[in-house]
């Protein structure tokens, strides 16, 4: 077709269609939406990150809740007294040795992660193989006679570099 022909043909001139300024219009509202998307998944990628540090923080101190509760069950089942080992102070505990270690404050017991991922203490038990994590750990011993007050606190640095603590408190009673 000539452009003569175009010029006359009014059926190409009649026809409504988008114009520039329309299209340009939709492409930006779509932009919009696509940038409001992905920004909601980095958010939900950053709050997944955040729930499982405190998650394994969680589980991390209340192992070493348990494990001060394994030494006073010991004590009793032994018949010596129910603190034995468990005078005031801070302490490292690992699960792999029923030993604590004195420590001054919860970086000073950091926590590794063997072969099976599973975390220790390599302050207290070695292992060749393992790898060092973000999470360190450490136990608080109260004062007491019959109750005595127990803070398992564990420490980690959060993926964009803050510190983070997460610590659970409970009571041991002497039972006898």
Do not use: H
């Amino acid at each position: 077709m000539t452009l003569k022909a175009l010029k006359t043909n009014k059926y190409y001139f009649n026809k409504p269609a988008f114009s520039l300024i329309e299209i340009m219009a939709v492409i930006m509202i779509v932009s919009l939406g696509l940038v409001g998307t992905v920004n909601l998944a980095v958010q939900n990628i950053k709050a997944q990150t955040l729930n499982e540090d405190n998650l394994i923080a969680y589980q991390l101190a209340q192992e070493a809740l348990e494990l001060a509760r394994q030494i006073r069950d010991t004590n009793w089942m032994l018949g010596n007294n129910w603190l034995e080992s468990l005078t005031p102070g801070r302490y490292c505990v690992d699960y792999r040795n029923v030993e604590i270690l004195s420590i001054n404050a919860v970086n000073d017991c950091p926590l590794s992660r063997d072969g099976n991922n599973f975390y220790f203490s390599p302050s207290i038990d070695d292992i060749a193989d393992s790898v060092p994590s973000n999470f360190s750990r450490m136990i608080e011993i109260g004062s007491g006679t019959s109750s005595v007050p127990v803070l398992a606190t564990v420490s980690w640095i959060s993926r964009n570099g803050g510190i983070q603590n997460y610590t659970v408190a409970t009571m041991f009673y002497d039972w006898y």
